[in-house]
């Protein structure tokens, strides 16, 4: 869907307010810029481009990686974003271990997310292919629905003036991508997987986009603890710094555990394991 035929670009431009960090160049999806918002100021990562990110790690223990699915959904709004996401990456995940039977669960779980943020009518379709293109094994199908289930969720909350709830669907996805990356690369370890968790950039990312929500949203208890998680994250990284030079320190066998379970626990604040 192209940005003429849901808000124009100047409309478009009186309703976001941009983080003072942009979204990390390589994490912008190219097809997701174009057809969604014209321009990547406007633009929140593509949970795709962040599990292509992952395709160098190899098998992914899924087994040690598989999240239940929640049986129920939050009244907040913010948390029904940050699930979204998290389901999201899920979904892509078990494209990734091409476990076809765990599909249509994900599938109906997304759905009924996505309505409760108004955004049902669009994710209805991208649902319904979905669940028939994971009976014909389709996995590059699959991840391209999955891909336009994020962009059409952020293009109805751009229309709704909602555009904090599409950064959240994003940061849940990442917290998901970034948990699995780390305990992919933790089993065994391994220092050529672990520099895909060598991050601060995206992590700052996130943290500024944080400190960007509304004021209000700012000050809700399950937002504070996130962004002080990934305050944790980013200083487990070794802390950020945009002027520095070189590429950012890959992390040891300790560190890469260390950031899985902080990873692991902020997803605990979003979806709390019984």
Known sequence: ????????????????????QEVPEDL?????????FGVNHFTTPSIKKLFEDLDDLGTLPYDKLKREIPKSIPRDRSLVALG?????????????AEKVSELESIGRAVLKQAKVLGAGMRVTRHTKSILESSGLGEWDQLKEELAKTQSDVEAEMVLLR???????VA????????????VTASDP????????????????????TLRGLEPKLQEVPHILALADGLEGILAEMGGYDP???GTPKTPDEAGTIALGKKAHDLLGIITPEK
Do not use: N
């Open 162 to 168: 909602d555009v904090d709830i599409a950064h959240l």
């Open 84 to 96: 979204l996401g998290i389901l999201i990456a899920d979904g892509f995940l078990v494209v990734q």
């Open 1 to 20: 869907m192209k940005l003429s035929h849901c808000i124009p670009a100047l409309l478009l431009a009186t309703l976001v307010i941009v983080p003072a």
């Open 243 to 245: 002027e520095a030079e």
């Open 171 to 182: 940061l849940g996805g990442w917290l998901r991508a970034f948990e699995i990356a780390a």
């Open 28 to 36: 912008i999806g190219d097809e997701h810029v174009r057809e969604e």
């Open 189 to 208: 370890y391994a220092e050529r997987k672990a520099t895909k968790l060598a991050r601060p950039d995206v992590c700052a990312y996130f943290i500024e």
